[in-house]
Structure formats: structure tokens, C-alpha cells
């Protein structure tokens, strides 16, 4: 009886050392689940010539992509080309840069290298905040 007990005890405790274990990892972020190019070969897109390069990838399909869009839009400027690169209309560009997930947001400097990335939902202000780092880093 007292041997089952012990048994008992130590089946519990790894249960709860288990469970502790489980719960303080953290979930896979998006960005882990789906491919985010790192590096873009801007000859395969507009403005490759401009110093800076905002480029959506995106599905008719997908609701939140016309949003992101929109606020990648309000950003071209001097510099700055802005482009939406929709799967219907360039499935080899999606297949090419691997692209699983959309909207996926990507600023790219004059030598391709995305040095900002988003997945997903982006706003102006964060898109905004992203360019102002990029800017001051520049």
C-alpha cells in the first residue's frame, strides 16, 4: 500500500512538472508558422532604382489586405516605391519568395534586403514608425 502511494505521489508530481513545462513555453508566432523572405531581387519589382522598396503581398480573397494596401499606398513618395503583388494576377512571384500567409509586408532597401517585415494586419502608425527606424538608421 505504501509502495502505491509513493507510485501515485511521483506519477502526480511529473504530471504537474509536465504541465508547468507545457504552459511556460510560449505558442509559435506567426511568423514562425508561415515564411517571411528575408531578401527580394528588385529587379523583379517597380521602382528598382528607389531607395526604398514597400511591397504587399496579397490575395483577392483576403479581406485585410485592401487595408494594408491602402496604408502602404499613403507612404510612396520621393525614394519610396510602393507595390502590391496580388497571388491571381503573380502566383510566380507568391511561389518564388515562398509566400504561405498573406497580407505579408515587406520594406526592402535598394539591394533587396527586407529590413522590416510585417504578417498580417499593419496600420499607417506602424507602417509610419517602421519607416521613421529605417530612416534614422539610414
Do not use: W
Not at 511521483?10 to 504530471?15: H, K, N, Q, R
Not at 519568395?97 to 522590416?116: E, F, H, M, Q
Request: charged content about 25%; some cysteine.
Amino acid at each position: 500500500m505504501e509502495k502505491a502511494l509513493l507510485v501515485m505521489g511521483a506519477v502526480a508530481v511529473a504530471g504537474a512538472v509536465s504541465t508547468l513545462i507545457t504552459r511556460r513555453r510560449s505558442p509559435a508566432s506567426a511568423a514562425e508558422l508561415h515564411h517571411i523572405p528575408e531578401h527580394l531581387d528588385r529587379a523583379d519589382f517597380i521602382g528598382d532604382d528607389l531607395e526604398l522598396l514597400i511591397v504587399v503581398f496579397t490575395s483577392a480573397t483576403c479581406k485585410t489586405c485592401r487595408a494594408v494596401v491602402e496604408n502602404v499606398r499613403r507612404l510612396a513618395g520621393p525614394g519610396i516605391a510602393t507595390q502590391e503583388i496580388e497571388v491571381g494576377r503573380s502566383k510566380t512571384l507568391h511561389d518564388k519568395y515562398r509566400i504561405d500567409a498573406v497580407p505579408t509586408t515587406l520594406i526592402v532597401d535598394n539591394s533587396g534586403k527586407a529590413i522590416k517585415s510585417f504578417l498580417g494586419p499593419v496600420g499607417h502608425n506602424q507602417l509610419a514608425r517602421a519607416m521613421s527606424d529605417v530612416e534614422s538608421v539610414s
